[in-house]
Every structure is written in C-alpha cells, then in structure tokens.
C-alpha cells in the first residue's frame, strides 16, 4: 500500500506509470466486495454534489416566500456555484499532497455542515453565506469521488462503472425536481437542505470505514499566492457569465472591469505556477496532447450540455404546455439514452482498450441532436422532440465519463487530483458559459419575436429577462400566449443551431486524440503473471 509510483513518457506523451498494484483492483477476476461498497459510498457522495441544485431550484419560490429578499435570489445559486468552481483544483491538489481518504472525508463533512446551516438560515442574507459553505464542500466531493476511482481502478478496468456514474446523473436530473417538491409540499423548504443529511452520514461512515489508501505527509508548502489568484480568476470569469446581460450590460463597466481583473488573475497564475515547487495546478500535465485535447473537448460539452438542459424544459413547458412539477421527466429519454450509451461505451472500453472511437462518434451525435433539435417549432410534438432529445443524450453517453477517462490516463499517479479537478473544472466553467451566452441568444431572439408579433406590448412582456412564469402566462389572452409560444420556439431555434456550430470544433478536436493505452489492462505473459500475483494482495481494506 505504501510503495512510490514512478513514472516515464510514453513517445506520445503518455505517462506509463508503476504503481503499487494493492491500491487498485486488479485488473482480472473478480472485484473484492469491499471495493464494490466503496464505490456505492462514492456514488451517495456524488449524487448529494448532483442533486442539492436540482432539489433547491424546486423549492427557491417557497424560500423567497418565507424569507423574502427576491433582489438576492440568484445569488443562492450564484454563492453555491461560485464556491465549487473556485475550490474545485485546491481540494484536487491537497487530496495529491496529503492524501485522498482524510481530504475527501473533510469535504463532505463541510458540505453536511454547510447544508444543516443552509436549512437553519433565517434570512437570504445567511442562506447565501452558508450555501457557500455548501458549495465549497461540493467542490472536493465530485474531485474526490473521481480521483479515488482514478486511485483504486486502473482505467482499462474503469468503463465497467461509467454506466453507474451516468445512472446517478439521471437520478439526479430526474429524481430533484420531484423529490424537492414533495419535500418543500409536505415537510417544508428546509429540508430541501436537511435531506442531504441522512444521505451524506452514510456515504461518510462508509468511506471511512471501507476506504484504506496510503497515508502521505508533504513537507512542500502549500501555493498559497496560486491558490488566490486561481480564485479570483474563476470567480471573474463565473460573475461575468452569471451577470453579463442581467444584472449589467455585456459592455459595462462592471462586466469589462471582470473581464480584465480575470485575465490579470489567469496571467499572473501561470507565472506563479512556473516558478513554485508545489504549483495547485502544475502546467507540465497541459503539455500532453491527449490532456489538452479533452480539457478542450470537457470545456465545449459543458457548454452544449448546460446550455441545452437549461432551455429544453422551457421549451417543453412553454410550447408543449407540459407541465412544470414534472420537468425532470421531460429529460427522461436524454437522460436514459446517456445511461445506456455509457455502460456500452464503459463495457467496450474495458474489453477492447479502446476509446477514441467513442469520443468521435460522441461528438458527431451531439452535434446532429443540437442540429435536430434547432429544427423544433410550435408543432412539435414530444415524441419527435424526446427522439431528438435521445440523439443528443447518446452522444453525450459516449463523451461525459470517455473524457475523465482519457484525461486520468494522460497524467501520472502522483497528478491523478489535480488532472480530475482539472476535467472537471474547465466542464463547469463550460457550462456556466454556455448558460449565459446561450441564454442571451435567446433572449434577444424572444425579444425580437415578440416585438415583431404584438408591436410595443412585447417588448414590455420580456423586457425582465424574456422568461414568463407557465401560470402567468396561462392567464393571458391567446394572441399574447401565442406570440410567446413563438418566440420561445425561435429562441430555442437560435440556441440548439448555436450550440450545433460550437460543437463540431469538440467534434474536430476529437480526431486528433491518440490512443494511447489504458493502464491496467495486461498483453503481455509477464504482465499477466504480475496480475495474478495482486490479485492476492486485499484491494481495499
């Protein structure tokens, strides 16, 4: 358990590394039993980072009710948000330097306390500070989870639990909305927050008493001036896309002020990387081309993903007068078909060692569902848009776990962390810019829709923000409900052809991965032997 891991390039690039095989499954047989209760302990820890957004976004009416402040709500996502995408590369780089079981357990004992302090909260002031709280725990949650599965299996053996990541996602997606109205119906809005109590004292007394991975102690210091400045780059880039056309202009002061203080931040973040021992984020893993080529990859389905989650429940709620309470459902044939799709890709991958494929035809199906669903208009049905909708849900099935896949084999052992916290890092500030520059598309085009319909009356219906409330909306007379109904399609239209474009450059940049061998996966006679030799050392515990 405690041997060194060494590491040395492969002609590509590609770290080939030895390691000591008693941390990891073996890459035959059986697994133990208990790495299959680890990984259902890393599964609850996931699903408590994915569902708290949805279950809160269900209950934010009822809070806002109750504690007033609608001037500050978006800032309960905003603070939560923020939070996550800032803490995401430290808590990857400590869990490399100190060791991944005692990090992560810190993390969701924050989250936990972030989310108690969250349910007790008395005001919006206080529940904008304690989500966070939350956030920040929720940051080393989702990097945890995925650097202690890089940890224990080695990647050819990992595309067995793809389709296990991808069903937490789906329940996540699916489960939120109904769950958080049940709770926020029956027991109250504060245990939209409380619920994840029960959930995270199981994952936290499962992992520590199934979870044994080496004990490190780093003597380096930790890079406290690139934390800092790592900080206040991302918070720059996130404010910008949650501010930029709602609160300011996308040319105001504020916004340009955002812009410039980011790229100062990022700049003066990668000469400090340059020079200190220990950097959060050493630069030397973007010079493996595979590494780069998928951060690239993560970063754009991000942006088509969150972008086009953001849009198709509005689109299905305005349009298709489905109902609100019910929007989880709505992704159902995404959501499946990104289920099915990755437990075949992860299956495939573990049997053949093959992956490039995958991230090829994952690119192509994304970018034909976007182009699909941009052809959606007033008489859509919903069995033809949950068919486009599975299109789009099967390319991102073969994308959202190949790309983490690819992105831990690039780097070595010792870099497993920040190469996770990385992926995932560049995949949320792909989304957060993708909500917001997709979302001003479509606000524009809803304007202009509306204007062009029903005159000087539109523009004063969608002048706050060109989002109607389904039940407001239901109040109108039939020529405003369907002018609305119109200009909704055509933003929808203008979002998914957008979104279309973006994707064919992750698409492009598919072709150029190498495929660069799984780790773990035996060819040879004397690497089997070494394989059956570790079977008989205890994989966890």
């Known amino acids: 358990m405690g041997k060194s891991q060494s590491a040395t390039p492969t002609g590509d690039g590609a770290p080939t590394v030895a390691t000591d095989r008693s941390a990891s499954i073996p890459s035959t047989g059986k697994q133990p039993a208990s790495v299959r209760l680890v990984l259902f302990a890393l599964m609850i820890a996931m699903l408590l980072a994915m569902l708290d957004n949805m279950i809160v976004g269900t209950a934010m009416p009822?809070?806002?009710?109750e504690l007033g402040g609608m001037n500050h709500l978006s800032w309960v996502v905003t603070a939560y948000t923020l939070a996550t995408a800032a803490s995401t590369p430290i808590w990857g780089k400590l869990g490399d330097m100190y060791g991944r079981k005692g990090v992560f357990l810190t993390s969701i004992v924050i989250f936990l306390v972030g989310s108690a302090l969250s349910g007790m909260a008395q005001d919006m002031s206080q529940l904008i500070g304690f989500r966070a709280v939350q956030g920040l725990g929720a940051g080393g949650l989702m990097v945890g989870v995925m650097a202690i599965i890089g940890d224990l299996i080695p990647p050819r053996e990992r595309g067995k639990y793809q389709g296990m990541m991808a069903g937490v996602m789906a329940v996540a997606m699916i489960g939120g909305p109904l769950v958080g109205g049940t709770l926020t119906d029956h027991l109250g809005w504060r245990w939209s927050f409380y619920i994840n109590l029960p959930l995270g004292v199981i994952a936290l007394a499962m992992v520590t008493a199934v979870l044994h991975l080496p004990k490190k102690r780093s003597q380096t210091r930790i890079?406290?001036?690139g934390a800092a400045l790592l900080t206040l780059g991302i918070t720059a880039l996130v404010l910008i896309t949650t501010w930029g056309g709602t609160e300011y202009d996308w040319l105001s002061g504020q916004i340009i002020g955002l812009g410039v203080l980011g790229v100062v931040c990022l700049l003066a973040f990668v000469l400090v990387e340059r020079k200190v021992s220990e950097p959060v984020l050493p630069l030397h893993i973007f010079r493996n081309?595979?590494?780069?080529l998928v951060t690239v990859i993560g970063f754009l389905v991000g942006f088509v993903m969150f972008g086009s989650m953001t849009f198709l429940p509005?689109?299905?709620q305005t349009v298709q007068g489905a109902s609100a309470t019910n929007s989880g459902l709505l992704l159902l044939p995404m959501l499946l078909a990104m289920m099915v799709v990755s437990l075949f890709a992860g299956r495939v991958t573990t049997q053949t060692g093959k992956y490039k494929i995958f991230v090829v035809v994952g690119g192509g199906l994304i970018t034909t569902g976007l182009a699909l669903l941009s052809l959606m208009d007033t008489g859509?049905?919903?069995f033809t848009s949950g068919a486009f909708m599975a299109v789009l849900g099967a390319g991102m099935g073969f994308l959202m776990?190949?790309?983490?896949?690819i992105a831990q084999n690039s780097v070595e052992l010792k870099d497993m962390g920040v190469g996770s916290s990385s992926?995932?890092?560049?995949r949320t500030i792909g989304g957060s810019f993708g909500v917001a520059i997709l979302g001003a598309i479509f606000t524009n085009q809803v304007q202009s829709t509306m204007i062009e319909r029903i005159g000087k009356a539109g523009e004063k219906l969608t002048s706050a923000g060109a989002q109607?409330?389904?039940?407001?909306l239901a109040k109108l007379p039939a020529p405003i409900k369907d002018a609305y109904a119109h200009a909704v399609a055509a933003g929808s239209h203008q979002v998914f052809l957008w979104g279309a474009a973006i994707s064919i450059v992750g698409f492009a940049a598919a072709w150029f991965l190498k495929e660069v061998p799984l780790r773990g996966g035996p060819t040879k006679p004397a690497e089997a032997a070494q394989t059956e030799a570790a079977e008989r050392v205890p994989a966890v515990a």
Request: charged share 15%; proline share 3%.
């Open 223 to 225: 890079d406290y001036a």
């Open 468 to 472: 109607m409330d389904p039940k407001g």
């Open 380 to 382: 859509t049905t919903r």
């Open 423 to 426: 992926a995932t890092l560049f």
């Open 314 to 316: 509005l689109f299905q």
């Open 401 to 405: 776990q190949t790309t983490m896949l």
């Open 289 to 292: 081309g595979n590494f780069s």
């Open 62 to 65: 009822t809070i806002v009710g």
